[in-house]
């Protein structure tokens, strides 16, 4: 069993950044691949971002490249979503999920075997 807490959110401007956190507890944090989802008020759950156990590859989806980075901490058992350039089209809540797969490439939820509980983002214009 992993425990997951996002941390981070709040309300910034367009052209902002905001980094979150997700903080995880219980079983080995390392052994997990690590994504972060996003979902809007009335759409479906959707994929972010991933890292893998290591941190050394990374997958996002197309809307937020060059935009948000994903890291992890393994020490700290802490992964991060830093997110610049922030658009209104950002705005939801945004979880934080864990994978024992292992793989970073995987964008649907129901691998993820994991969730914390949300943390909002929301952006104005």
């Known amino acids: 069993q992993v425990q997951l807490v996002e941390s981070g959110g709040g309300l910034v401007q367009a052209g902002g950044s905001l980094r979150l956190s997700c903080a995880a507890s219980?079983?080995?944090?390392?052994?997990?691949?690590m994504g972060w989802f996003r979902q809007a008020p009335g759409k479906e759950r959707e994929f972010v971002a991933a890292i893998s156990w290591s941190g050394g590859s990374t997958y996002y989806t197309d809307s937020v490249k060059g935009r948000f980075t994903i890291s992890r901490d393994n020490a700290k058992d802490t992964m991060y979503l830093q997110m610049n350039s922030l658009k209104p089209a950002d705005t939801a809540v945004y979880y934080c999920?864990?994978?024992?797969?292992?793989?970073?490439?995987?964008?649907?939820?129901?691998?993820?075997?994991?969730w914390g509980q949300g943390t909002q983002v929301t952006v104005s214009s």
């Open positions: 999920a864990a994978n024992s797969d292992g793989s970073p490439y995987i964008r649907d939820p129901r691998r993820y075997n994991y």
């Open positions: 219980g079983r080995t944090f390392s052994s997990y691949a």
